[in-house]
């Protein structure tokens, strides 16, 4: 397949570009900067601007472009990046999809999206179908994944992958956590009651290469794994697979010091179940906290 990524200098982006060319499919980049190679297109999601020959032909758009929410303490200014960029980023490109005469028009476009659609959700189970809650990033998500109508309505096949928390010992949620965890100085935050919605890397990848290839699935699609789990016990089985103790709690008010308007989002409780997948008979190669947690940490 020839495909076009949006965000593919970010953590999901580089381990997914990889992976696509991997698997044989012709991969071209977006870019910012000036483009210096055949397979980038330079953009500029900011000001809406994309050549409309960089997308026609191709058969897929995937696009996994914002700023990154972990990476900065939360001010007035960063949240406006962080809503800023994946609005942006998905308006401009399904509006150039939408544009192209419908035999030029991609099939699918796999935008990004985030659990945080649900807001706190508590103990409470939700599937793909379940409202968006309350709060800064499930306002986030209602109008990112809004940008993406401009396509849909066209008739291109749009997938929102409302993504979990991918683990992997080079970013995301692991990452930060590895060094206090060796030093014996973490804990579970807060509570630890909070459920996070986990996916092991190697799954975040599979399924959306098999989202990519299954025509019949479109909407939004819960991109986690099937068991999550509370914050507590996450906390347990991480300090469990790396031999330390995990004893000294982190206060809610320490998270508040430390992070900001992030600390929040940190507390938070998601339990999302993976219904569309489910359905869909995708085979899970890490579906358990164990294994995933292994994975992440021997790849």
């Known amino acids: 397949m020839r495909i076009l990524l949006a965000g593919a200098s970010g953590f999901l982006g580089t381990w997914l570009g990889d992976r696509l060319a991997a698997d044989g499919h012709e991969v071209t980049r977006l870019v910012r900067r000036p483009a210096r190679d055949p397979r980038?297109?330079?953009?500029?999601?900011?000001?809406?601007?994309?050549?409309?020959?960089?997308?026609?032909?191709?058969?897929?758009?995937?696009?996994?472009?914002?700023?990154?929410?972990?990476?900065?303490?939360?001010?007035?200014?960063y949240r406006r990046l962080i809503r800023t960029s994946r609005v942006d980023s998905s308006s401009t490109l399904a509006t150039t999809i939408a544009?192209?005469?419908?035999?030029?028009?991609?099939?699918?476009?796999?935008?990004?999206?985030?659990?945080?659609?649900?807001?706190?959700?508590?103990?409470?189970?939700?599937?793909?179908?379940?409202?968006?809650?309350?709060?800064?990033?499930?306002?986030?998500c209602r109008v990112w994944e809004a940008a993406t109508r401009p396509a849909e309505d066209a008739g291109v096949r749009v997938v929102r992958l409302r993504?979990?928390?991918?683990?992997?010992?080079?970013?995301?949620?692991?990452?930060?956590?590895?060094?206090?965890?060796?030093?014996?100085?973490?804990?579970?935050?807060?509570?630890?009651?909070?459920?996070?919605?986990?996916?092991?890397m190697a799954d975040w990848l599979d399924a959306t290469v098999f989202l990519l290839a299954h025509d019949e699935i479109a909407g939004p699609v819960n991109v986690v794994g099937p068991h999550p789990v509370t914050n507590a016990e996450f906390t347990r089985e991480l300090a469990r697979q790396?031999?330390?103790?995990?004893?000294?709690?982190?206060?809610?008010?320490?998270?508040?010091?430390?992070l900001g308007g992030f600390a929040h989002e940190a507390l938070t409780s998601t339990r999302v179940h993976p219904a569309v997948l489910t359905r869909a008979n995708y085979p899970y190669q890490h579906p358990t906290l164990p294994e995933a947690l292994r994975a992440a940490l021997t790849s």
């Open 242 to 258: 790396l031999h330390r103790p995990a004893i000294i709690p982190i206060p809610a008010l320490a998270l508040k010091v430390a």
């Open 40 to 77: 980038e297109r330079q953009w500029d999601p900011a000001a809406g601007q994309l050549d409309p020959a960089a997308v026609a032909g191709v058969d897929a758009v995937i696009n996994l472009a914002g700023a990154g929410v972990g990476d900065k303490r939360w001010n007035d200014d």
């Open 99 to 140: 544009g192209l005469p419908a035999a030029d028009r991609p099939r699918a476009l796999l935008n990004s999206s985030a659990v945080g659609w649900y807001g706190n959700t508590g103990d409470r189970v939700v599937e793909e179908d379940a409202p968006a809650g309350e709060g800064f990033l499930a306002d986030v």
């Open 163 to 200: 993504t979990g928390l991918p683990l992997h010992r080079d970013g995301g949620l692991l990452k930060p956590q590895l060094l206090p965890f060796k030093l014996g100085i973490a804990g579970r935050l807060g509570s630890g009651r909070q459920w996070l919605p986990w996916i092991s």
